[in-house]
């Protein structure tokens, strides 16, 4: 059963969104104050139009409260965001995805009961700060201001040695919970599993014993 989505805000990040939704074979209703963003979406979304979701009797009109999820992608107008997002809560749609400016929005945001608040630009900038600060590491996921996920390749250090030698969760506080070797994927490794180099490894953990992993296990060569 495909799933209806409204995407508030056609900006770079919303047209992203509407873009990848409507590639995976969602309904999407595509809405901003600009015409043009509007008319370049009128035959990519299912449904665009232009609006002022500032307006609560609009967002009724256009049956809001019947999506499955909102995205309010706003861009710089902090204002129209937060409004947006209040007058989408208080009509009882049922998740709601909102983009953040900085901080202070999203303490905001959340506070009027924004079920998700993302950072698109500050976390990418983590993501990247975390390839580029190791050449073994591929990729980040913050899980939540603490813990993170990443995937890493395993170096000439950890070539041979199995989980247990390895030792990685007394040592470091990690878990690797899943591998990749070529085409094969391992999740939940034995103890025993020998790595070699050049393997992906997924790693979970505190954001502080993950630095420490990558420190001493990665990059000390």
């Not at 990729?139 to 247990?164: C, F, P, Q, W």
């Not at 050049?198 to 000390?220: K, S």
């Amino acid at each position: 059963m495909k799933k209806e989505f409204a995407v508030i805000g056609l900006g770079r990040f919303g047209s992203s969104i509407c873009r990848a939704l409507v590639e995976k074979g969602m309904e999407v209703l595509a809405i901003d104050i600009d015409e043009d963003r509007v008319n370049a979406f009128s035959n990519i979304a299912s449904h665009a139009v232009m609006a002022d979701t500032t307006d609560e009797k609009t967002l009724k009109e256009l049956g809001i409260r019947n999506f499955d999820h909102v995205i309010v992608a706003i861009g710089d107008n902090i204002q129209a965001s937060i409004l947006t997002s209040l007058i989408l809560k208080e009509l009882g749609v049922k998740h709601i995805t909102v983009k953040a400016q900085n901080d202070y929005h999203e303490k905001v945001l959340s506070k009027i009961g924004a079920d998700r608040v993302i950072h698109p630009e500050r976390d990418m900038g983590k993501r990247i700060a975390h390839q580029i600060v190791s050449n073994n590491v591929l990729d980040a996921l913050e899980l939540s201001d603490k813990h993170s996920v990443i995937e890493v390749i395993a170096n000439k250090r950890m070539d041979g040695n199995t989980l247990v030698e390895l030792d990685v969760r007394a040592k470091y506080g990690c878990n690797i919970i899943g591998m990749k070797r070529g085409e094969e994927i391992i999740v939940s490794p034995k103890a025993d599993f020998q790595i070699r180099e050049g393997d992906l490894l997924i790693v979970i953990g505190a954001n502080n014993d993950i630095e420490r992993f990558e420190r001493q296990l990665l990059d000390d060569e």
